[in-house]
Nanobody, 124 residues
Framework: QVQLVESGGGSVQSGGSLRLSCTVS????????MGWFRHILGKGLEGVAI???????KYADSVKGRFTIWQDNQKNTLYLQMNGLKPEDTAKYYC??????????????????WGQGTQVTVSS
């Protein structure tokens, strides 16, 4: 099974920025179909941003304009740049992929391979 390892989480104040990284144990490519999801305490798991089979990003409405997703295929790494962080962004962030079944959605159930997560905490 492919390994995905997230890093870059931390604690910041409102308005701050973080960049999350997800390193994949195999070669990735534009149609790899991977993205970021988050588990908000008391709310559940939700999609944040993904890159679809056409290498086009999709964002949850709640992060659109603040977060940017991209992948560096030569580094086998997926990134999430998070700007203008808000307390409601506090969550454990997970990287997920499903290159063999690329549906290109923000639905967690559509992804088979998951990392361990990295915590992001935003204070008010």
């Amino acid at each position: 099974q492919v390994q995905l390892v997230e890093s870059g989480g931390g604690s910041v104040q409102s308005g701050g920025s973080l960049r999350l990284s997800c390193t994949v144990s195999e070669d990735i490519y534009p149609g790899y179909c991977m993205g970021w999801f988050r588990h908000i305490l008391g709310k559940g798991l939700e999609g944040v941003a993904i890159v679809d089979a056409n290498a086009d990003p999709k964002y949850a409405d709640s992060v659109k304009g603040r977060f940017t997703i991209w992948q560096d295929n030569q580094k086998n790494t997926l990134y999430l740049q998070m700007n203008g962080l808000k307390p409601e962004d506090t969550a454990k962030y997970y990287c997920a992929a499903d290159p063999l079944n690329c549906l290109g959605t923000l639905l967690a159930d559509d992804y088979a391979n998951w990392g361990q997560g990295t915590q992001v905490t935003v204070s008010s």
